[in-house]
């Protein structure tokens, strides 16, 4: 049961973080006049970004509640918990290099990415 609990926590985030680095990777790779230069993203970068990330956020969430067993909630809480954390640690790093306003952003909507995408799963299987 703890092990599954693990496995599910992992595998939200990795599918988060895989989801987020391949999209990013490939924008700055295809259309790097899109992305802007490091420091100074576009702004239409900045919304294509966030907007993605809270996909993958959703996504990540999905994929903890379809793994975990027991109380599902409970696990896509602690991963929007973690997000929520990471992502603040995160923006404390990039003080300065990216606009505040896309660090709070990113702040706010990856948990509550992880959160709606997980009470998706729950609506979807019955279980909310």
């Known amino acids: 049961m703890i092990l599954r609990a693990f496995v599910a926590l992992i595998a939200g985030f990795l599918s988060m973080a ?3 680095g391949g999209a990013t990777g490939l924008l700055v790779k295809l259309a790097p006049g899109f992305v802007g230069v490091p420091g100074h993203p576009r702004p239409a970068y900045i919304g294509f970004n966030l ?3 809270f996909s ?6 999905y ?13 896509v809480l602690i991963l929007a918990l973690v997000v929520l954390m990471l992502s603040a640690l ?4 990039q003080r300065g290099q990216q606009p505040i306003a896309y660090q709070l ?7 509550v990415g992880a959160l709606l995408g997980g009470l ?9």
């Open 120 to 128: 998706l799963r729950l609506k979807t299987t019955g279980l909310l």
């Open 90 to 93: 995160s923006a404390i790093q």
């Open 105 to 111: 952003a990113l702040v706010v909507l990856s948990p």
């Open 51 to 53: 907007v993605y990330s």
């Open 63 to 75: 994929v903890t509640v379809w793994i975990a067993d027991g109380n599902p909630l409970v696990h």
């Open 56 to 61: 993958a956020a959703m996504a990540g969430g």
């Open 18 to 20: 895989l989801l987020v």
